[in-house]
């Protein structure tokens, strides 16, 4: 079984550009989870997708926007960067929502915003 | 989205020490509380999902233990070797956040020969 595939693996961008990341899901699992790494902050939540509907939002501006598609596939977008939006950008899939149910992890995109 | 505290930031043990850190977080509307392993240049991986308060699991060497009427989380090394350096990660969920998982900012755990 194929794992949580997210392209592109590396990304560079300047000030003001926009950005879209991919994530394809584990066969079967219809939740998708972003999550955004810098440096001293941990994983921080930015949303969470389910059968194409956003259920949760982390607390990040409106530049950060995402959907998923009925394959379960799911797009994160960065509008207007900023130099504070170099992160590694993770996302996580799995089965359905509830709490006991644990992530499965992608590798990653690596973002730099110059 | 819970406000979770992991202590200690970081630690450095010899190998053949155990060591144990801590997950704190609100213990109102609590449902699970998850543990993740995050190495160096790969993905984190789930180690536990614990959901009923004096649940203990055990993984190998890695056991953890969950007290939901205080809100926190121990996860135990049991002599520790250098394949454990990794940076260890706790998320709560709860019912009011849409059982959305806010994780902790870790513990970095490095183990010397």
């Known amino acids: 079984k194929a794992g949580v595939t997210q392209t592109p693996r590396y990304l560079i961008k300047t000030r003001g550009q926009q950005v879209t990341l991919s994530c394809s899901p584990i066969s079967g699992h219809r939740s998708v989870s972003w999550y955004q790494q810098t440096p001293g902050q941990g994983l921080q939540f930015l949303f969470e997708y389910f059968s194409e509907t956003q259920r949760n939002k982390g607390n990040f501006p409106g530049r950060f926007s995402g959907r998923q598609f009925s394959n379960s596939r799911s797009e994160m977008n960065v509008s207007t960067l900023e130099l504070g939006d170099s992160a590694l950008y993770l996302c996580a899939s799995r089965q359905g929502t509830a709490s006991n149910e644990k992530l499965f992890f992608g590798s990653g995109t690596q973002l730099s915003v110059l | 989205i819970l406000n979770v505290e992991q202590s200690p ?3 450095h043990v010899q190998e053949g020490d155990s060591t144990n850190f801590t997950c704190s977080f609100p213990s109102s509307n609590f449902y699970a509380l998850h543990w993740y392993r995050w190495e160096t240049a790969k993905s984190p991986e789930a180690l536990f999902v614990m959901t009923l308060n004096g649940d203990e699991k055990k993984k190998g060497r890695i056991s953890a233990t969950l007290n939901t009427k205080e809100g926190y ?7 520790s070797q250098p394949e454990d350096s990794a940076t260890y990660l706790c998320a709560p969920g709860d019912s009011n956040s ?6 902790g900012k870790g513990t970095s755990l490095l183990v010397t020969p």
Do not use: R
């Open chain 2, 73 to 79: 989380s121990y996860l135990y090394i049991k002599g």
């Open chain 2, 9 to 11: 930031q970081s630690l």
């Open chain 2, 98 to 103: 849409g059982y959305a998982l806010n994780f």
